[in-house]
């Protein structure tokens, strides 16, 4: 059985203002929850399942045949623009839950371990599921709080080769 086919996408960033991963085309004039709008700097690229409707518009397939270290439970939120775990447990947006209409299935690399601070790793959310950077100046996540790193040894890497920002 061959892999899923993916592609690569440009336009995602990092928001150096509340951590989370955002679609910088769409995300750049939103409401950021640690005040104003999202402030973007770098510039990174996500795999994603290249799979079209009869339309051509990217879908979302459910369970892809991914590498041993992808996991494809990702999407990119209608609502937020931000990036999200799939999830029935939940994951909140700003207004209720995350919502994956019309997003194609993306992938991250899932590492087991302790990760370096400051090495461009990035984490889950256990509050909102949102993928999110340790900024040194502190995360923003739903209620003024911070967000939680879900399971304490697993991180997430992105394209090594884009900018790191922290
Ligand atoms: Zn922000
Ligand atoms: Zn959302
Ligand atoms: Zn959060």
Not at 116 to 138: E, I, K, M, V
Request: glycine fraction near 12%; include cysteine.
């Amino acid at each position: 059985m061959s892999k899923t086919q993916t592609k690569e996408q440009p336009g995602w960033g990092t928001c150096t203002q509340c951590g989370g991963l955002f679609f910088k085309p769409h995300a750049k004039t939103r409401a950021c929850k640690a005040g104003g709008v999202h402030q973007f700097v770098d510039e990174r690229k996500l795999l994603y399942v290249d799979a079209v409707d009869a339309n051509g518009n990217d879908i979302w397939v459910d369970n892809p045949q991914v590498g041993a270290n992808q996991e494809a439970s990702w999407a990119w939120c209608e609502k937020c623009r931000g990036l999200f775990f799939v999830s029935n447990n939940g994951g909140l947006c700003q207004n209720g839950k995350h919502d994956k209409t019309g997003s194609s299935t993306y992938l991250l690399t899932k590492v087991n371990g302790t990760p370096n601070p400051g090495s461009g790793s990035y984490y889950q959310c256990s509050r909102c599921f949102g993928l999110y950077a340790d900024l040194a100046s502190g995360t923003k996540c739903n209620g003024g709080k911070a967000h939680e790193h879900r399971n304490a040894n697993q991180y997430y890497t992105l394209d090594p080769d884009d900018d790191i920002v922290d």
